[in-house]
C-alpha cells in the first residue's frame, strides 16, 4: 500500500539535475512531497491533486499522472541546501486522511 | 508564521514506563495527526484525531497508546508501558479544514529512547 520511490539514494554536483520518482499500486487521489534533513522535521513541499498537473517551487517543481499512478518530482540546478530525505505520501484514502509515506530518496549535493 | 510544537525535544525513560509527548497544533487546525520514525527509516502513520475522537489508526497503534486533547490547544500521545521498540521519532502534525489542499504540517518531533 505504500508508495515506491526511486532512486533509493542520488549523489549530485551542485547545478546538476534529478528526478524523484514515486509510484503507487493503487488509484491516487493525490500526492504529497516532504524533504527531511538529518534530525529534523519533514518540511512539506507541494502537493499535486489533478492529473497531469505540475507544481513548483522554486527550482523544484513535480509532476503527478493519476493514470501511471505515479509522480515525479524535478530538481533544477540543484544547491547544497536542497540535500535531505525527499518523501512522497499518498492518503490512505480519499479526503482528510493521513498519509502513507514512501521509504524516501536521499539526495547528496556536493561542491 | 504558526508553526506545530512538540515538547519534550528529547525524552529517555526505562522499558515499562508510562511517557507522555506533547503537541501544540496551529491554532486553526482541526486534524491532528501522531507518526513515527524509527531512526534510518521512513514515516509511519500512528493516528489521526478530529472531533475529539481517534478518526483513524495503525496497527501499531495498540493498546500501549492513547492520544488525548485536554484543552483547546494542547494534543497528547501516552505511551503506557514503554517497550525497547518504542524507541523513535514521533512526530506531531495537523491540518486545517479549509482551503482545498490538504497540507499537513509536522512538528520537530520528540526523540523518544527507552533503555
Known amino acids: 500500500q505504500q508508495p515506491v520511490q526511486s532512486p533509493q539514494a542520488v549523489i549530485l554536483r551542485e547545478g546538476e539535475d534529478a528526478v524523484i520518482n514515486c509510484s503507487s499500486s493503487?488509484?491516487?487521489?493525490?500526492v504529497h512531497w516532504y524533504r527531511q534533513k538529518h534530525g529534523e522535521a519533514p518540511v512539506f513541499l507541494m502537493i499535486l491533486l489533478k492529473g497531469g498537473e505540475q507544481k513548483g517551487h522554486e527550482k523544484i517543481s513535480a509532476s503527478f499522472n493519476e493514470k501511471k499512478q505515479q509522480s515525479s518530482l524535478y530538481l533544477t540546478a540543484s544547491q547544497l541546501s536542497y540535500s535531505g530525505t525527499y518523501f512522497c505520501?499518498?492518503?490512505?484514502?480519499?479526503?482528510?486522511?493521513?498519509?502513507?509515506f514512501g521509504k524516501g530518496t536521499r539526495l547528496s549535493v556536493i561542491a | 508564521e504558526p508553526e506545530v510544537t512538540q515538547t519534550p525535544s528529547h525524552q529517555v525513560t526505562q522499558m515499562g514506563q508510562e511517557v507522555i509527548l506533547r503537541c501544540v497544533p496551529i491554532s486553526n487546525h482541526l486534524y491532528f495527526y501522531w507518526y513515527r520514525q524509527i531512526l534510518g527509516q521512513k514515516v509511519e502513520f500512528l493516528v489521526s484525531?478530529?472531533?475529539?475522537?481517534?478518526?483513524?489508526k495503525s496497527e501499531i497503534f495498540d493498546d500501549q497508546f492513547s492520544v488525548e486533547r485536554p484543552d483547546g490547544s494542547n494534543f497528547t500521545l501516552k505511551i503506557r508501558s514503554t517497550k525497547l521498540e518504542d524507541s523513535a521519532m514521533y512526530f506531531c502534525a495537523s491540518r486545517g479544514l479549509t482551503g482545498g489542499t490538504y497540507e499537513q504540517y509536522f512538528g520537530p518531533g520528540t526523540r523518544l529512547t527507552v533503555t
Open positions: 493503487k488509484a491516487l487521489y493525490s
Open positions: 505520501g499518498t492518503p490512505l484514502g480519499s479526503g482528510n486522511t493521513p498519509l502513507v
Open positions: 484525531f478530529y472531533n475529539n475522537e481517534i478518526s483513524e
